[in-house]
């Protein structure tokens, strides 16, 4: 199959009729999920479904950018997307802020990560996350410049969201400065673990260098870019990060395409060529297959975060094979976690990367596992082929032939799908992205220059 970059067709160049119609399906499918088990009330989207669980501040933020590509699939209307939009950007802005444990969204203007599903308060102990805080600004900020009409809906949809971004304190997570801290606990204070080095958190830094009230200094990039390990895998020299979620998250809504920073200047290379070789360098490892995990291959691959059948040590086709629950899967020349858990996110989310690959592997999925793994609201969280043992699971199915599956749909995992095979066939979340002035200063002041960039 010839697959090109990203275009203005329906499925992007050289795409077949086949090919176009699945890729439609797939994207309705999984924008049903946020349309339809999303509250009305409060926007606040379940992270997975159909098991009850609270609501993933993540989540939202992809929410939020799957409204508008929605309405222009003519899935839903304009009017309606800007009314979920709003209900959901009030809840935020109005939503208690306190340094207070308990009957709390968030303190400082970051949220937590994970919130009861009707009160909107904190769930549990759970962290103040500045990178999923960073993911739902992402979101925000989208439909910012994406509703950009007259009518008081949208032009509230607008101001709220300077409001929600600008109230984020950052330098206040800098615990340790000039890195932004991963976290704070209302009991315990902040978490030890700060963002350095390539990972999800790319936009977290962009967004927080962007800020108009509360920005951090430009010295926070370079202490960042301060932790990259750049090294060969499988035949590609990249920055390394071995689950595929971290070269993808900020490449959701930020075109990396024709812009550098320094550090990608001094490789001759940009963030996006460094994400198409990690793509190509994980399924070079599911070919060459060192742990022998059943159904790997050209089509059959794709490890990142993800639900998994059980933390267990199984004897399975004589083999002892060591199995986990949630996890985050991934293969790099520092790490190599997996235990042959295979999460479609990880595919459908690097298909601009190289489409050549990913989009075949997506098909080849559907039609091999079927309606065990495609199903209601597309593709399942993930699945384990060589997970053959009936009865031993923790979580999902087994079926006996094909292996472990998933019941869940994760709401962090379908959003890189449907924005990105969006990014592929027609570049909107980009295009409309270009547009924001929060991201274009964020990304200056890191040291981006080039391409689109004024």
Known sequence: MALGGCSGNSGGPGVSTDTVAFLDTLQRRTFN?????????????????????????????????AYPIGVEHAWVTRTDAAARTL???????????????TNITGYRGF????????????????????????????????????YDGSDTTEKEIRALADSIYFRVDWPWAQARPPAVSMGWHPESGFISADWIGYNEGMILNILALGSPRHPVDTSTWGKWVSGYQWTTYRGQSFVQFAPLFGHQYSHVWIDFRDIQDGYMKGRGINYFEN?????????????????????????????????????????????????????????????????????????GGAVPFAPEITVPALLAMRTRYGNKLFSTYGFLDAFNPTFTAAGQQQTGTVDPQLGWFDVDYLGID?????????????????????????????????????????
Not at 87 to 101: M, V
Not at 312 to 320: A, Y
């Open 275 to 347: 994400s198409r070789r990690a793509t190509l360098a994980q399924r070079a490892y599911a070919i060459a297959n060192p742990n022998g995990w059943r159904d790997y291959g050209p089509d059959i691959w794709g490890l990142t975060a993800c639900d998994g059948p059980a933390d267990k040590t199984l004897s399975i086709g004589g083999r002892s094979r060591q199995f986990f629950t949630y996890r985050a899967r991934g293969v790099s020349s520092v790490e190599e976690p997996d235990d042959g858990t295979i999460c479609p996110t990880a595919v």
């Open 87 to 101: 209900a959901t950007l009030r809840f935020f802005w109005n939503s208690p802020q306190d340094s207070a444990g």
């Open 111 to 146: 949220y937590y990560h994970f919130l009861n599903m009707s009160t909107g308060y904190r769930f549990q102990t759970v962290e103040l996350s500045t990178i999923d805080t960073s993911l739902l600004l992402a979101g925000i900020l989208f439909a910012q410049s994406y």
């Open 33 to 65: 999920y946020f349309w339809e088990l999303t509250p009305v009330s409060n926007g606040l989207t379940p992270d997975r479904a159909p098991t009850p669980s609270f609501s993933s501040i993540a989540a939202v933020g992809f929410a939020l950018t």
């Open 414 to 454: 379908q959003g890189p799908i449907l924005a990105m095979v969006e990014n592929f066939r027609t570049g909107f979340v980009w295009r409309v992205m270009r547009g924001n002035a929060h991201i274009v200063r964020g990304l200056q002041r890191a040291g981006f220059t080039g391409g689109w960039l004024p």
